[in-house]
Structure formats: structure tokens, C-alpha cells
């Protein structure tokens, strides 16, 4: 049987090998399961954009009249 990783520097314990297996493994999963599509993002609220598209940089500023 091959190894799939070896260490080549340092001297971990028993412990520090599972660790860094169940990191591979878990990294393993992920990409075998990963589909190609990106991830689906939340809808963008509409409701405060201007129909034109355009948004002034005073767009969020209050405007106060004098009474």
C-alpha cells in the first residue's frame, strides 16, 4: 500500500497525525462532492434602486428643510 502523504520534517505524535488525516479527509470530500456551479447567492432587494439605474452619492443622505 502507498502512503498518501508523508512527513518529512518534525516529529508529530499520534494525535497530530489524526488530526491532520481527518483534515485531508474532510478537504477529500469536499472537492470529490463540490459541483462546478458557483454557489447561489441571495437575490439583491430592488426596492431602493432607482429605475434609471443611477444612484446619486447624496442617495442616502436625509434632506432637511428648514420649517
Given at each position: 500500500?502507498?502512503?498518501?502523504f ?11 497525525l ?7 479527509t ?6 470529490a ?35
Amino acid at each position: 500500500m502507498n502512503a498518501a502523504f508523508r512527513v518529512v520534517r518534525g516529529n508529530p505524535d499520534p494525535d497530530e497525525l489524526a488530526a491532520l488525516v481527518a483534515v485531508l479527509t474532510v478537504l477529500h470530500t469536499r472537492a470529490a462532492t463540490a459541483d462546478d456551479a458557483p454557489a447561489p447567492t441571495a437575490p439583491r432587494a430592488t426596492w431602493d434602486r432607482a429605475g434609471n439605474g443611477y444612484s446619486s452619492p447624496l442617495a442616502w443622505v436625509v434632506q432637511r428643510t428648514a420649517p
